[in-house]
């Protein structure tokens, strides 16, 4: 028996109530049920984490809303008109709305079954989501390239009877003890000879500072969605990439016939018109390359992402420019945005990359027509990089 | 023990005897006082104890915003046997208290006498609260062995099922013939007797062979117990599952398709029974007789109409009709030999449809709802078409293939429309794990042409 009341119940406490909490069953099948969401969120998170202005800075969670699961059974098709019976004051021919629509409440149907929409909102730590990502994906680690020129730091290194009080590791001075009195037995009591401190020593270290270019063909030809494509394999790209430097630089590059530095909220509002001359792009990384980065001290990488369709005159300009930015880069990666018409790769700019890579530069390219396939971008080219490290 | 108990527990044994005295005929019933939310999860599960399914999360998701809005209130939730088994919220008063406790006995009476459930409770046995809570030891030591997964994809399809039951065959049904029947042996006649005396090898010879009954002999709906018999690689305990659904499906068969009566019934008599309980103090009295018309209250208080017909209060007005107009003895026969679909067809009238002001209505897919004209035939089949076949469509096993595939076909012409197809491919998913060979769905698009499915 149930009814329709505003009163809610009180709750009657003692041992009762607690062993009746031993079979929360409902609880324990709302985990399961969370879980399970959680598993299909990851299947999908290249897509879902789109988020352009998580690149650099912001929260490092991302708030993914989903729908509870449903258990699939068989139903009929929802018909255009569906009969119903209801009761109260109504004559036939009377219209009106839904109202438990209105309310937007979850009402149930006449069968009991349909229930409303009700949103979660999971929260995800980006960092996790990466690691995991790495481990699921089996991506390989990548290794710095050392630079010519190395950094000094401060690290830690052996012990000393002398040092200042901070530094004292009471481990290593207990071990001590234990050592000096053979077997434990009465209180210990320390001297001086047991403690032990920690030393820093000043080593030189690899470069292991990273600036990552990306340049993103805003020409005519790209559409919104080639360019939030592009804007979630830059994410993912960034969120490998920060896996291995301590400190990574970003850098946004856009171009149509001529090329622009942006900063990271400006450069995925850009739209261009005209056409493309992927060279003056090149031209403005190797600019910038030249004027803030020094390819010895730094593992500079490029990503470019385009549709392919470089203007025909550019191509040798290109090929100079791209060529020349390789020498210094440790990878140089292309990804072509052709939404709707997938042309694998058989454009001017995907011959253009396919030539360095044939030249053994570390360079790579992939055809990315959907967002099912950016992750299998990040995939390629972070197996693609490591292979190169290797061949090196 | 409290004084409120001391008084409610002398209450509920006079309310047994004046039940007693009016005719109702019950198994003893224990009551036991729950939390509100033990309520909460027997209502999302059906049964006290119940095996773990992730959906029953998804429910009691729904159930506890639904209660934080303060929509809903369960009073108790009776389980039919010997003894019957009766939960009721702790949070009752002792007016709720008496009057939930006549309510119970009038589920009691009910569940004891109606054919429908005396059936399925003779294949069930009077005991299914335990019986399920065996169930669900079963699948957790299953979950133990073989792991949540496993027994998770088990469990979906098992459950997806859940309505397509025959509850016209017996719960320990038997395999089907596996050779088709002799023909029948020609008659001895006298050319026969002669060509056997002339080449008595030749004769012998027409003997033939038995053949094979095809599997299944005719489209089978029971499709739980079909697949737990004749799924081509299912492990035991897998079979175990699907016929462990199936049991608890015999059980909630009855639930489901006497509510109307069966609800009314019991707010009939409590209603009847409080009215009769002079020992009944006068306050106690009236707040139940509140709680009653909550209870069986048609509209919500602050709407104008509803667009669905509440079971208590249209199973309890039809019964106060029949009493009325034909006596207690009648009503008795109907409750006894009744299920929904004849007491609606049969007991509400035109006259009382006009009374109770029950309408038809038409929506469309945008939200509008027109009132349509009076037709009490089809008002009948407005309230029964949810509650046709369990209220599952009509989806039936045709053939199992020499390759082990799977045919399920979907009666569209029996329904009337077609399969939603999305969510017909994914329990055509869920079966296919199980199955572990292709299966096949024939069913109609929106065009009313044939289409088929199939997984994987």
């Avoid at chain 1, 979630?232 to 090329?259: I, K």
């Avoid at chain 1, 004027?291 to 500079?300: A, F, H, K, L, S």
């Avoid at chain 2, 019934?265 to 306050?283: I, N, T």
Wanted: hydrophobic share 40%; proline share 4%; glycine share 8%.
């Amino acid at each position: 028996m149930a009814a329709n009341s505003e009163s809610g119940g009180g709750q009657s406490g003692g041992d009762a109530a607690k062993w009746y909490e031993l079979f929360s069953r409902g609880a324990r099948d709302w985990l399961r049920h969370d879980e399970k969401v959680r598993e299909s969120v990851r299947q999908h998170l290249p897509q879902i984490v789109a988020g352009g202005e998580l690149i650099n800075g912001g929260s490092r969670t991302v708030r993914v809303p989903v729908r509870m699961l449903e258990h699939y059974h068989f139903r009929l098709r929802r018909p255009e008109e569906q009969q119903g019976a209801g009761q109260g004051k109504a004559k036939p021919g009377d219209v009106f709305a839904d109202p438990s629509r209105q309310r937007g409440s979850g009402e149930k149907g006449p069968g009991g079954q349909e229930e409303g929409e009700v949103q979660l909102l999971l929260e995800f730590k980006v960092d996790d989501i990466v690691d995991w990502l790495w481990e699921e994906m089996q991506l390989p680690n990548l290794k710095a390239r050392v630079g010519a020129s190395e950094d000094s730091d401060w690290v830690r290194e052996g012990w000393d009877r002398r040092g200042a009080r901070s530094r004292l590791d009471r481990r290593r001075s207990f071990k001590e003890l234990v050592k000096r009195r053979g077997a434990p037995g009465a209180t210990p009591t320390f001297t001086d000879e047991d403690l032990r401190y920690r030393q820093l020593a000043r080593r030189r270290q690899p470069a292991i500072h990273a600036v990552v270019f990306f340049l993103l063909d805003v020409s005519g030809s790209m559409s919104d969605r080639d360019r939030k494509l592009a804007k979630t394999f830059f994410f993912w790209v960034v969120q490998g990439l920060r896996r291995e430097y301590r400190s990574l630089e970003t850098v946004f590059v856009a171009h149509t016939t001529e090329a622009w530095e942006f900063t990271e909220a400006e450069f995925f509002q850009v739209s261009g018109t005209g056409g493309t001359v992927a060279s003056t792009g090149f031209a403005k990384v190797q600019e910038i390359i030249e004027e803030r980065y020094n390819p010895g001290r730094c593992n500079i990488y490029l990503f470019y992402a385009s549709d392919g369709d470089n203007s025909v005159s550019d191509s040798a300009d290109a090929r100079e420019g791209l060529s020349a930015i390789a020498e210094d880069a440790c990878f140089t990666g292309y990804v072509e945005v052709s939404s709707g018409l997938s042309r694998q790769l058989a454009t001017e700019t995907g011959r253009l990359f396919a030539e360095l890579a044939a030249a053994g530069c570390a360079a790579g390219s992939y055809a990315l027509n959907d967002f099912d396939d950016v992750w299998g971008a990040v995939r390629h080219f972070f197996s693609a990089e490591s292979r190169a490290e290797e061949g090196a | 023990m409290t004084s409120t108990d001391d008084t409610w527990q002398s209450y509920t044994q006079r309310i047994e005897e004046l039940a007693g005295r009016l005719g109702l005929k019950f198994h003893p019933v224990d009551f036991e006082a729950v939390p509100d939310t033990f309520m909460m999860e027997i209502a999302v599960y059906g049964l006290p104890v119940r095996m773990p399914h992730w959906s029953f999360g998804v429910r009691y998701i729904y159930q506890l915003i639904q209660r934080h809005m303060g929509h809903s209130r369960l009073f108790e939730v009776v389980f039919p046997g010997n003894p019957g088994h009766a939960y009721l919220a702790s949070s009752n008063g002792l007016a709720e208290n008496v009057l939930v406790t006549a309510h119970v006995l009038g589920h009691a009476d009910f569940s004891r006498n109606n054919l429908l459930f005396q059936r399925c409770q003779e294949q069930v046995s009077e005991h299914i609260v335990e019986h399920a809570a065996n169930h669900a030891r079963q699948i957790q030591q299953a979950i133990e062995t073989h792991g949540v997964q496993r027994v998770e994809a088990v469990l979906d399809a098992a459950l997806a099922l859940e309505q397509h039951i025959d509850v016209d065959q017996s719960l320990r049904r038997a395999r089907y013939p596996e050779y088709l029947e002799d023909k029948r042996t020609p008659e001895e006649d006298d050319f026969r007797k002669r060509f056997a005396q002339l080449e008595p090898a030749a004769a012998s010879s027409g003997i033939e062979p038995k053949k094979r009954a095809p599997v299944p002999p005719h489209p089978e709906r029971d499709l739980l117990w079909f697949v737990a018999q004749y799924a081509p690689e299912m492990e035991s305990w897998e079979r175990d599952i699907f016929l462990a659904v199936r049991e608890e499906s015999f059980y909630f068969y009855p639930v489901f398709a006497t509510q109307i009566m069966n609800e009314g019934w019991a707010s009939y008599w409590h209603a009847r029974l409080l009215r009769e309980a002079d020992f009944v103090p006068q306050q106690a009295y009236v707040d139940a007789i509140k709680c009653h018309s909550d209870v069986v209250r048609p509209i919500a208080a602050d709407q104008q109409v509803a667009l669905s017909i509440n079971p208590y209060h249209l199973g309890f007005a039809m019964w106060e009709k029949i009493v009325e107009s034909e006596g207690l003895e009648a009503a008795r026969d109907i409750m006894i030999q009744d299920d929904d679909f004849a007491f609606v067809r049969n007991h509400l009238t035109r006259e009382l449809a006009e009374e109770l002001s029950l309408f038809r209505y038409s929506a469309r897919s945008d939200g509008q709802i027109k009132v349509l004209e009076q037709d009490l035939t089809a008002l009948h089949e407005a309230i029964l078409s949810p509650k046709y076949n369990f209220g599952a469509p009509s989806v039936l096993a045709k053939r199992v293939r020499n390759d082990g595939t799977l045919e399920l076909v979907h009666d569209y012409a029996l329904d009337g429309r077609g399969l939603d197809l999305e969510r017909s491919r994914k329990v055509l998913d869920y079966l296919q794990r199980v199955w572990r060979r292709p299966v096949q769905l024939t069913t109609t698009n929106q065009a009313g042409l044939a289409l088929e499915l199939t997984a994987p």
